[in-house]
T-cell receptor, first 115, second 114 residues
């Protein structure tokens, strides 16, 4: 069974700073997909960024980027130039490639951006 | 487009009562999912439907049943609610239910079982 662990329950930074959220996972699979989802106070889950395990290049989406370390089974999210609207719960998620996309989520990190 | 809609938004049940949570999507997606979110935990998959006419168990299916009524609608039923089922329930959909696809989530239903 796959597990996803986010070891930082809460983080807080000042607006415009850079922040990195940690995620580790455990799997015996060699090919899989990884995701970061954001859940603002509205509770709506929104996809932030995704990564294919067989691609060495780290994914980037505007101010969001990942540091994917396959050997260490680590998938951290970096938010640059943080904005007040980035305040949310952030969830790391995993799915294997074969079959249906059954996401396994971490416990989440509550990120607060302070003005 | 409304995306993924869920009803009701909030419900209080007594132990032993039954209820059905409704979910509908207007994106012509093939796959739909039901998750629950408990405090301090991530979302956990209850059931999913890879395509119309099929349903499969997820990580935590006990105490729940589902129906894929048609391509648009996927309902979750609690036959005899228990306090342990107090949670926020999310429905999601995706185009084919595979790989790197984005799952689109509804706004959630908050359920309190007394």
């Amino acid at each position: 069974a796959q597990t996803v662990t986010q070891s930082q329950p809460e983080m807080s930074v000042q607006e415009a700073e850079t922040v990195t959220l940690s995620c580790t996972y455990d799997t015996s699979e060699s090919n899989y997909y990884l995701f970061w989802y954001k859940q603002p106070p509205s509770r709506q889950m929104i996809l932030v960024i995704r990564q294919e395990a067989y691609k060495q290049q780290n994914a980037t989406e505007n101010r969001f980027s990942v540091n994917f370390q396959k050997a260490a089974k680590s998938f951290s999210l970096k938010i640059s130039d943080s904005q007040l609207g980035d305040t949310a719960m952030y969830f790391c998620a995993f799915t294997i490639i074969q079959g249906a996309q059954k996401l396994v989520f971490g416990q989440g990190t509550r990120l607060t951006i302070n003005p | 487009n409304a995306g993924v809609t869920q009803t009701p938004k909030f419900q209080v049940l007594k132990t032993g009562q039954s209820m059905t949570l409704q979910c509908a999507q207007d994106m012509n997606h093939n796959s739909m999912y039901w998750y629950r979110q408990d405090p301090g935990m991530g979302l956990r998959l209850i059931y999913y439907s890879a395509s119309e006419g099929t349903t499969d168990k997820g990580e935590v299916p006990n105490g729940y049943n589902v129906s894929r009524l048609n391509k648009r609608e996927f309902s979750l039923r609690l036959e005899s609610a228990a306090p342990s089922q107090t949670s926020v329930y999310f429905c999601a959909s995706s185009e084919r239910g595979r790989g790197l696809e984005t799952q689109y989530f509804g706004p959630g239903t908050r359920l309190l079982v007394l």
